[in-house]
């Protein structure tokens, strides 16, 4: 059973969902500008033994702000470390899914003794030339033939007088497939969208990055799972993983959604990192 709640982070209304029981692990959607719940219900298999936190950050979701309130990647970073005072934490377990990745690299590395361990699931480049990098590999998906055959035979089907709802549905399964090994599996990504102000305004803010050097002076146990067909490159993410001295986990026959296109694995490798009450984990065992 999940609670919901909102509560005032530094004068920006909040949402928040929490699921399971045990030791916190807060995860951070991606985007940015998106929601928690297109990682749902793939993330709440963590929620064994374990207490999953989720937000929408500010300006995404059930986030909202208004256009004069600033949503740049300091405010992210601030907005996190007053939830972790709210929440009464001296440390946080931060799981972070691709942008929601960099943010927890963001944080880490502006707040080094407040986070005891990361888990980053297809994180966002941590530099800028990668990420113009994955840009391209993603327009050059998205242009291809067959995806642009189905586009075209979805326009001229005339489902989108006939049924409204499933026209919307469609067009969202065309606008992710190129984040996937298996385009036929977006079906099976909870929609969602983005708030393109939010999104603009953070990539803005981060300039010409390069949190290399940076990452590369943490110190704290991590984990990094990152799709083989993901198109954002996966030596990136290897990179990352190195600098932190952490584990790599590289997928095969997964893009860029693991809880989704690998589940089982995501589930496992995450499951054994992230911290848990292991006799709560397994109480469900006759």
């Not at 807060?26 to 985007?31: D, R």
């Amino acid at each position: 059973m999940a609670s919901t709640s909102s509560r005032d982070v530094r004068g920006v209304s909040i949402f928040e969902r929490r699921t399971g029981g045990g030791p916190p692990t807060v995860v951070l959607h991606g985007g940015p500008g998106a929601h928690h719940d297109y990682l749902l219900p793939g993330f709440d298999a963590l929620a064994r033994g374990r207490e999953l936190i989720y937000y929408d950050q500010r300006g995404g979701g059930r986030s909202p702000v208004p256009r004069e309130i600033p949503v740049g990647w300091r405010e992210h970073v601030a907005d996190l470390e007053e939830l972790r005072r709210q929440w009464g934490l001296e440390k946080l377990t931060l799981a972070g899914y691709s942008w929601g990745g960099l943010l927890a690299l963001l944080y880490a590395v502006e707040f080094p003794g407040r986070v005891s361990r990361l888990a980053l699931v297809s994180p966002a480049p941590a530099w800028r030339e990668a990420r113009e990098e994955f840009e391209r590999r993603f327009a050059e998906r998205n242009l291809a033939p067959e995806l642009q055959r189905q586009r075209a035979d979805l326009r001229a089907s005339g489902l989108r007088e006939k049924d409204p709802a499933a026209y919307s549905q469609r067009l969202f399964e065309l606008s992710v497939a190129p984040y996937f090994f298996d385009p036929s599996r977006a079906h099976d990504l909870t929609p969602f969208r983005v708030t393109g102000r939010t999104q603009q305004e953070v990539w803005s803010s981060l300039g010409d990055y390069d949190l290399r050097p940076v990452v590369a002076q943490l110190s704290l146990p991590a984990t990094v799972l990152h799709g083989q067909d993901d198109p954002l490159p996966l030596d990136t993410a290897r990179a990352v993983t190195e600098l932190l001295k952490g584990q790599f986990h590289s997928l095969p026959r997964c893009g860029h959604v693991p809880y989704i296109e690998a589940h089982e694995e995501f589930v496992r490798l995450l499951d054994h990192f992230l911290p848990a009450d292991r006799h709560s984990s397994s109480g469900d065992k006759f």
